[in-house]
């Protein structure tokens, strides 16, 4: 069997191109140049793709060959479509920690008509509104990882914060200083957007503020890509009614590790 390679740039694009929704966090971390790819290759075409870093995130045919360069970093989690995981995971388990939370079957969505208006107050988050997303998005990863982030890596966490506002990657609506709904850009692409941390202010659930805050993200959205997609816990059953009341179909299974 042929050796990894570390994939140029044209590669990882033609590849992710082969399902843009599935392989959008890939893409997006290619374009940025952010990430450490490994990957191989059938007479130059790319038959299966992992990011390595703080996520592994494998993507194609026999994944499990990525386990030594999995094993090798310091992976806080192993996510990606629920086959590929399952392939790296049979492979990897004895050279990793038992995982903290094991999920498998995390539906993914997908939208490409824009649902009906939403008529919220929704709009891109600002520097002035950093005080008041901080711990709302520190709220919203611990409901969903299952751990503080402003205990594990408080620095971190307000980097990636703020980085997310400046980069036009996060956006809320607010009535009388609650957030109703606000929601991120987890990965961009010119054919996709993924959104994360779906999240509202928990006295104001259970109004239809969420459905009506998605229908708004996803219109504004979809005047820039074809394409707004997502993946939640198949437990998160009110989140699961919110997408698909609003057309979300589904697009395969993630399975996701967290360490």
Not at 71 to 100: H, Y
Not at 220 to 229: E, M
């Amino acid at each position: 069997m042929k050796g990894a390679i570390e994939p140029r740039l044209v590669q990882i694009l033609e590849f992710c191109a082969e399902d843009p929704v599935e392989r959008v966090f890939l893409e997006d971390v290619a374009r940025r140049r952010l990430g450490r790819f490994s990957a191989f290759a059938d007479n130059g075409r790319l038959t299966a793709l992992c990011h390595v870093g703080a996520n592994v995130v494998p993507s194609g045919a026999d994944c499990g060959r990525f386990a030594e360069a999995a094993a090798r970093g310091r992976a806080r989690m192993i996510i990606g479509e629920e086959r590929a995981v399952d392939e790296l995971w049979d492979d990897l388990a004895g050279l990793m920690p038992t995982p903290r939370n094991d999920r498998p079957g995390q539906p993914v969505y997908a939208l490409t008509e824009p649902p009906p208006a939403g008529d919220t107050g929704l709009r891109p988050a600002t520097d002035k509104d950093f005080p008041l997303l901080l711990p709302a998005c520190a709220a919203a990863h611990e409901e969903e990882i299952g751990v503080d982030p402003m205990a594990r890596d408080p620095e971190g966490f307000r980097w990636r914060t703020r980085s997310q506002i400046e980069e036009g990657r996060s956006w809320l609506w607010v009535e009388r200083g609650r957030i109703l709904f606000k929601a991120e850009a987890s990965a961009w692409t010119p054919d996709a957007v993924q959104v994360q941390q779906v999240w509202v202010d928990p006295p104001a659930r259970r109004n239809g503020y969420a459905q009506r805050g998605m229908r708004d993200l996803c219109r504004l959205l979809l005047q820039r890509v074809p394409t707004v997609c997502l993946f939640v816990r198949p437990e998160n059953q009110p989140a699961i009614r919110v997408y698909e009341a609003i057309g979300m179909q589904r697009h395969g299974f993630y399975r996701s590790l967290i360490f």
